[in-house]
Antibody, heavy 120, light 108 residues
Framework: EVQLVESGGGLVQPGGSLRLSCAAS????????MNWVRQAPGKGLEWVSY????????YYADSVKGRFTISRDNAKNSLYLQMNSLRAEDTAVYYC?????????????WGQGTMVTVSS | DIQMTQSPSTLSASVGDRVTITCRAS??????LAWYQQKPGKAPKLLIY???SLESGVPSRFSGSGSGTEFTLTISSLQPDDFATYYC??????????FGQGTKVEIK
């Protein structure tokens, strides 16, 4: 079964750090680009970051640029998001999402999400 | 950045109704548009990609159309399982995938 499973969320104080992980299974992870998308409580979806299949190309939303770092380990079939200098407005469910090849890069597979709460 | 505007924000409808949701892009995105369905506490689910291509396993009552800056998602006959929030997403360029603000389809 094709699956993405996020972990690493939790409660962190403003200014703190957290590292999210996304474990992929059921497909050739190294062949796919990957993304992080977040959703604040009661709000819509916001794209956060993109990484190419090799890890050589990376993009960030302006709202997280300079604070978040996306990375991947193709040998471990894993995607990561290092989040530093966290703010209250970063509170959200964070999803990893796969752009499908047949779906011409629309996000065909999503994880279940991991909740990040930034609060003192 | 490309902005995506959905309308309406909320839609009240009955089972069996034909429902249409509109998504407008601030600049042309060709046909690089997807539609997702999200239910409370769940991850989004891909319905439509490339503006009008139906994702495998999605019921044929869902359809998408449009190109350039104006797009629509149509549900031909609303079913109880379709009450959810729907999002459009542009993926025209690599440097920013943008979602619409969402349309909540409620029971009338």
């Amino acid at each position: 079964e094709v699956q993405l499973v996020e972990s690493g969320g939790g409660l962190v104080q403003p200014g703190g750090s957290l590292r999210l992980s996304c474990a992929a299974s059921g497909f050739t992870f190294s062949s796919y680009e990957m993304n992080w998308v977040r959703q604040a409580p009661g709000k819509g979806l916001e794209w956060v970051s993109y990484i190419s299949s090799s890890g050589s190309t990376i993009y960030y939303a302006d709202s997280v640029k300079g604070r978040f770092t996306i990375s991947r380990d193709n040998a471990k079939n894993s995607l990561y998001l290092q989040m530093n200098s966290l703010r209250a407005e970063d509170t959200a469910v964070y999803y990893c999402a796969r752009p499908g090849l047949q779906q011409l890069r629309a996000f065909d597979i999503w994880g279940q999400g991991t909740m990040v709460t930034v609060s003192s | 950045d490309i902005q995506m505007t959905q309308s309406p924000s909320t839609l009240s409808a009955s089972v069996g109704d034909r429902v249409t949701i509109t998504c407008r892009a601030s600049q042309s995105i060709s046909s690089w548009l997807a539609w997702y369905q999200q239910k409370p506490g769940k991850a989004p689910k891909l319905l439509i990609y490339k503006a009008s291509s139906l994702e495998s396993g999605v019921p044929s009552r869902f359809s998408g159309s449009g190109s350039g800056t104006e797009f629509t998602l149509t549900i031909s006959s609303l079913q109880p399982d379709d009450f959810a929030t729907y999002y459009c997403q542009q993926y025209n360029s690599y440097a920013g995938w943008t979602f619409g603000q969402g349309t909540k389809v409620e029971i009338k």
